[in-house]
């Protein structure tokens, strides 16, 4: 799994500073992408080590850290999800995954939010009350909708 860029964020998580992971090699392809060049396979590898020096650069100034894409690799999500709540249980985590559900090799556990559902361009982003697309905040195991 790659990571083709990141940035610090606002609105991605409600209330959240959020440092935002664009992953790369996205199956999904949803026509009307805002991001058609994380169809492609580029960027760098997204391993413990890099994911550390994120957290070391950034952690301080954020307060989530979100997984943007890697639908193609659920497990290594997971890992990573996990990783991130082992060396820094301050943050909170999410992931926008285009999956209608939850792929079984993520685990709630390791998630503070959940966004699911492919991009529809004709129903909009989760800022259109018209959106398929769901953003759930992560309590106890449970997925509670956020309305934006």
Same mark, same amino acid.
């Given at each position: 799994?790659?990571?083709?860029?990141?940035?610090?964020?606002f609105?991605?998580?409600p209330?959240?500073?959020t440092?935002?992971?664009?992953?790369?090699?996205?199956?999904n392809?949803?026509?009307?992408?805002?991001?058609?060049? &994380?169809w492609?396979d580029? #960027?760098? $590898?997204?391993?413990?080590a =890099? *994911? !550390?020096?994120? &957290?070391?650069?950034?952690g #301080?100034? $954020?307060?989530?850290?979100? =997984? *943007? !894409?890697?639908?193609?690799?659920?497990s290594?999500i997971?890992?990573?999800?996990?990783?991130?709540?082992?060396?820094?249980p301050?943050?909170?985590?999410a992931?926008?995954?285009?999956?209608?559900e939850?792929?079984?090799e993520?685990?709630?556990?390791?998630?503070?939010y959940?966004?699911?559902?492919?991009?529809i361009?004709?129903?909009?982003?989760?800022?259109k009350?018209?959106?398929?697309?769901?953003?759930?905040?992560?309590?106890?195991?449970?997925?509670?909708?956020?309305?934006?």
């Open positions: 799994m790659k990571v083709a860029s990141y940035d610090i964020v609105q991605e998580v209330g959240e500073i440092l935002a992971l664009n992953i790369s090699n996205c199956p392809r949803c026509e009307g992408c805002h991001s058609p060049h &994380l492609e580029t #960027g760098e $590898v997204l391993d413990e =890099l *994911m !550390g020096d994120l &957290l070391e650069r950034y #301080g100034a $954020v307060t989530c850290v979100a =997984l *943007m !894409g890697g639908d193609a690799e659920p290594e997971n890992r990573l999800l996990e990783f991130v709540h082992a060396h820094r301050s943050l909170k985590t992931w926008y995954s285009g999956r209608r939850l792929a079984p993520v685990k709630l556990r390791n998630l503070d959940l966004k699911l559902g492919p991009y361009e004709a129903l909009g982003g989760l800022d009350p018209t959106t398929n697309q769901k953003l759930y905040r992560v309590t106890d195991g449970e997925l509670h909708p956020i309305s934006f």
